[in-house]
C-alpha cells in the first residue's frame, strides 16, 4: 500500500497507472476491507457473549449451594440453640419408627443421626449432640459456607456480594458467641430470639435477589 501511495505523490505514466487500478479494483478492496471488519467485530462480540455466558452459568451453579447453605446454617443455630429441644421425654421407648422420624428432624449431618439411632441410650447419645457434637456440626457446616463463598463470590453480582457478604459476616459472629455462651437457659433464650429475628431479615433479602437472579420471581 504504501508503495502505491509513493507512485501517486510521485505522479507521471506510473501514477496513472496505479490510479485506474484503484479506480477499477477499489470497491472490491474496500469491501473486502469492511468484511474483514465485521468478521472481526463478529469475532469479539461471539467471544463476549460466551464470556457472559459461561459467567452466568457459573453463578446460577453456585446461587443454590449458597442458598442451600445459608438456611442450614440458620436453622442449625435456630435448633441448637433451643432450650425447649431438651428432651421432655424418653427417646430409648419410642417405636423404631417414632424415633427415626424424631432423630430425621434434626438438622445435623447424617453421621450424627447414625450415632443416635444406633445407640442403646438413645437419650444421651441426643444429649451428646446437642451440647456438644451439634455446636461442632454449625462450626463445620460454617467453614463450608465460607469455603464456598470466597471461592465463587466473583460470580456473584455486586448487590448480592454485599447480602451474601453480610450474612457471612453474621453467621460467623453469631456461631462464635453461640459457641461461647454462659451456662443458664435465659442466655440461649436472648441470644436466640435475637439471632432469629436479624438472621430471618437477611435471609428474605438474599431470598429475593437470588429468585430475581434465576428468574424465579413472579412478573
Excluded: C
Excluded at 443421626?113 to 461442632?136: C, P, Q, R, T, W
Amino acid at each position: 500500500m504504501k508503495y502505491i501511495i509513493d507512485i501517486l505523490i510521485a505522479g507521471g505514466g506510473g501514477a496513472i497507472i496505479v490510479y485506474a487500478v484503484i479506480k477499477a479494483f477499489g470497491a472490491s478492496i474496500l469491501n473486502h476491507q469492511f468484511l474483514k471488519l465485521i468478521e472481526t467485530h463478529k469475532l469479539k462480540l461471539n467471544l463476549e457473549f460466551d464470556r457472559v455466558v459461561k459467567l452466568n452459568q457459573k453463578e446460577f451453579e453456585v446461587l443454590p449451594l449458597l442458598w442451600n447453605k445459608i438456611i442450614l446454617i440458620r436453622n442449625s443455630i435456630l435448633y441448637f440453640s433451643d432450650i425447649y429441644k431438651r428432651l421432655a421425654f424418653n427417646l430409648n421407648i419410642l417405636s423404631e419408627k417414632g424415633i427415626f422420624e424424631f432423630v430425621n428432624e434434626i438438622p445435623a449431618p447424617q453421621h450424627l443421626k447414625d450415632f443416635i439411632l444406633k445407640s442403646n441410650d438413645k437419650n444421651a447419645a441426643y444429649e451428646k449432640v446437642m451440647e456438644i457434637d451439634g455446636l461442632e456440626s454449625i462450626r463445620i457446616l460454617y467453614g463450608e459456607f465460607d469455603n464456598l463463598y470466597k471461592i465463587n463470590k466473583i460470580f456473584l453480582s455486586n448487590i448480592l456480594q454485599e447480602h451474601v457478604g453480610r450474612i457471612h459476616k453474621y453467621y460467623f459472629e453469631a456461631i462464635n458467641v453461640l459457641l461461647n455462651l454462659p451456662n443458664g437457659n435465659e442466655f440461649k433464650n436472648v441470644f436466640r430470639k435475637d439471632f432469629d429475628s436479624k438472621s430471618n431479615e437477611m435471609v428474605e433479602i438474599i431470598g429475593q435477589l437470588i429468585k430475581k437472579r434465576l428468574r424465579f420471581d413472579e412478573e
